[in-house]
């Protein structure tokens, strides 16, 4: 299957400081990708949807300004959290939406990264 | 809004032992359904998708059913071993917002050797 890998898979900063996450599709290209956050011992929550070329659509409850995205290229996506505090500690997953073909498709999922603010 | 529940939320079994997840979605206009399995720190495997045609889906020891009009799914696993332990999340998609995943929360399974 199709492979979408997730840097750094670890990350460790300062409270008040930004943390980019990239999320890339390996042997696909991704018109669409998405952004979850997951806390300990809870399900998958859908933070953002992205599109290449254009704007992220945004979660009920989600900040935008906080929560930036981009997603400039078939094959890259980036989260970038700003001004991380401990709350935002959280597992962060990105998938990947590939197009099957006849209006059929598949999400692929990356590793996820672990953020920890201090 | 799509909810989707995922029965039970743990479960710890002796190894061989045959089992079954249960995952329940209020809304029936649904795209697919996909089972995935999680282990501890890790991202997301799709184990098998059933498309809202179809009534069930097998992959080796497992099978996942679907009864979209009473909004069911169960995945069963087959002589279950030490490595199916994992948190097993059932996710579904809407027919009218296309790509989004609406996730349970999630069975923890255990099996013990």
């Known amino acids: 299957g199709a492979v979408v890998s997730q840097h750094p898979s670890r990350v460790i900063c300062k409270s008040g400081t930004s943390v980019k996450i990239e999320c890339r599709s390996l042997?696909?290209?991704?018109?669409?990708m998405f952004w979850y956050r997951q806390f300990p011992k809870q399900s998958l929550m859908l933070m953002a949807t992205?599109?290449?070329?254009?704007?992220?659509?945004?979660e009920q409850g989600v900040e935008k300004d906080k929560f930036l995205i981009n997603h400039a290229s078939l094959t890259l996506s980036t989260l970038t959290v700003t001004s991380a505090h401990p709350e935002d500690s959280s597992f962060y997953i990105c998938?990947?939406?590939?197009?099957?073909?006849?209006?059929?498709?598949?999400?692929?999922f990356g590793p996820g990264t672990r953020l920890t603010v201090t | 809004k799509q909810e989707v529940t995922q029965i039970p939320a743990a479960l710890s079994v002796p190894e061989g032992e045959n089992l079954v997840l249960n995952c329940s979605f209020t809304?029936?206009?649904?795209?697919?359904l996909q089972w995935f399995r999680q282990d501890p720190g890790k991202g997301l495997t799709s184990l098998l998708l059933i498309q809202s045609s179809q009534r069930e889906q097998t992959s080796g020891r497992l099978n996942a059913s679907l009864d979209k009009s009473s909004g069911r799914s169960t995945l069963y696993i087959a002589a279950s071993q030490p490595g199916d332990s994992a948190t097993y999340l059932c996710?579904?998609?809407?027919?009218?917002?296309?790509?989004?995943?609406?996730f349970g929360e999630g069975t923890q399974l255990t099996v013990n050797p």
């Open positions: 996710a579904v998609r809407q027919e009218t917002s296309g790509s989004r995943l609406t």
């Open positions: 998938s990947a939406r590939d197009h099957l073909g006849t209006g059929l498709y598949e999400q692929y």
């Open positions: 809304d029936s206009a649904i795209y697919n």
């Open positions: 992205s599109n290449e070329g254009s704007k992220a659509t945004y």
């Open positions: 042997d696909f290209q991704a018109t669409t």
